[in-house]
């Protein structure tokens, strides 16, 4: 059996030479061979053959499974790759470590407390670092690496009761979960079977379930792969019954949704189609929706994306719905001309009729250019309104209708001078051109005959009510 002896810093001639003195002493004398060697430029290529009747002895190294998920073994601090055994030497300026091949890991470590960072001439003391009887046992070892957890120091630990070992009866699965065993597949694994493997074995292996379907009364044999400690730990059944996997023909949205698989979009989806998807598929899909519209006789084909959950839901198409906008159907510009022609060109960003249907739910900015008749003024009104409440209540513009007040149009002193003159400028809290002509509100009125004041509404006196002193003389 072969190992490497690396240094991991410098290896000085006469070091290198009392470790081949101290490998090949007295009573095993294993056979040695040094090939091109360099220390200077090539430090990494001593190659030694040990014999392995030495493997008798078990010494402190435990394997851990790392971030990245390989495995290192650690003794004594020092960690390195996979395959690899840590190995020290006392007294000694430098640490060595035997690499043993993948499948023939030679296993030795040099002295009890490696690693003092000085050198000295005692002597090294070779001992075993596990307890290998046979070369069988070392490649069974590293074949199982990810099960095996050995002691972290020197004390007794059975292996039993801590799940690194198997003792059938005891910790095997078949044992400890019958209910998951029941469901290991029997020719599929390789030949391992629940007797060898504990609970918290980290591989996945391939399980099975007959199932009857109550509903359409079809047998099928459920067959997927999952690591044991995560069906133990998490509790996880079979991935097809609980949706998260799809099993062609029994959870598929072609088979559990037919009608709504049919506007399943035939080229934006890749490669994914609808026996690849269960009802739960939480990522947007495409869909495509052939319509003819009865009023105008027009074709269209829609398109959008959306969940499968939200359309089984009841999310039908969202152009018929007015959720979302398609450009020549249910876009402003196309259903309500007469309204787009009023939409404010620069006040509503880069919004436009062709970027909203009728349901928009947020107020927009509207222009409309108007030519007094009887002053022969130009106006361009501007206001802001929703365009549902402008289609279903029918408001044109609130200016015009005397629902707002255009300072200069519809206020109280440009339309009326001579009642404007009687408005209380001392009591009153807003200027005359704040109020329409024809408002409610009620404000402070002076008489300008004899001084008398009083409150009263500003469409009561524009109908005729003057003041109550003068009307009783």
Not at 114 to 121: H, I, K, L
Not at 344 to 356: A, E, I, R, W
Not at 425 to 447: F, T
Request: proline share 5%.
């Amino acid at each position: 059996m072969k190992i490497l002896l690396t240094n991991r810093t410098w290896i000085k001639e006469e070091i290198k030479q009392e470790v081949i003195d101290e490998l090949t002493k007295e009573p095993e004398e294993p056979e040695l061979t040094v090939d091109n060697y360099d220390y200077k430029t090539d430090p990494d290529t001593i190659e030694v053959k040990i014999n392995e009747d030495n493997l008798d002895e078990y010494f402190d190294v435990r394997i851990v499974q790392t971030s990245k998920g390989t495995y290192s073994i650690r003794t004594h601090s020092l960690m390195y790759d996979k395959g690899y055994v840590a190995v020290g030497m006392e007294d000694c300026n430098f640490s060595l470590r035997a690499v043993g091949y993948e499948m023939e890991g030679v296993i030795y470590h040099m002295a009890d407390d490696p690693g003092n960072n000085s050198y000295s001439d005692s002597p090294f003391n070779v001992e075993v670092a596990h307890g290998f009887t046979s070369e069988e046992n070392a490649k069974e070892f590293f074949k199982n690496i990810n099960e095996y957890y050995p002691r972290s120091n020197k004390k007794s630990r059975c292996p039993y009761l801590s799940g690194n070992a198997i003792w059938v009866g005891f910790n095997d699965l078949a044992t400890t979960h019958p209910e998951l065993a029941a469901q290991w597949h029997p020719t599929l694994n390789g030949g391992l079977t629940p007797k060898d493997v504990s609970k918290g074995k980290h591989k996945k292996v391939l399980w099975i379930l007959p199932y009857d379907d109550p509903i359409t009364g079809e047998h099928f044999d459920f067959i997927w792969d999952e690591y044991v400690y995560v069906r133990v730990q998490k509790n996880i059944g079979c991935p097809y019954l609980s949706g998260h996997r799809v099993w062609k023909g029994f959870n598929d949205l072609a088979k559990r949704q037919p009608e709504l698989a049919k506007q399943w979009h035939p080229t934006k989806n890749g490669e994914l189609t609808t026996e690849m998807v269960t009802e739960g598929h939480n990522k947007k899909v495409w869909w495509l929706y052939p319509y003819d519209d009865p009023k105008t006789g027009i074709h269209y084909d829609f398109e959008w994306d959306d969940t499968i959950p939200h359309r089984i839901s009841g999310r039908e198409c969202p152009f018929l719905s007015g959720r979302r906008v398609w450009v020549g159907f249910n876009d402003l510009a196309f259903t309500h001309p007469d309204l787009a022609a009023q939409w404010h060109p620069t006040k509503n960003k880069k919004l436009t009729p062709y970027d909203v249907s009728r349901g928009y739910d947020k107020k927009v900015w509207w222009l409309l250019s108007f030519d007094d008749v009887k002053t022969g003024k130009h106006y361009d009104f501007e206001w802001k309104e929703y365009i549902y409440v402008r289609i279903k209540e029918g408001i044109g513009c609130p200016y015009l209708s005397g629902h707002r007040v255009w300072e200069g149009y519809n206020d109280l002193l440009s339309s009326n001078p001579e009642l404007a003159k009687e408005f209380d400028l001392e009591k009153n809290m807003k200027h005359a051109s704040e109020y329409g002509k024809g408002s409610a509100d009620k404000v402070w009125w002076k008489c300008s005959k004899c001084g008398h004041t009083w409150f009263g509404s500003i469409v009561k006196r524009a109908y005729g009510r003057g003041c109550s002193k003068c009307s009783r003389r």
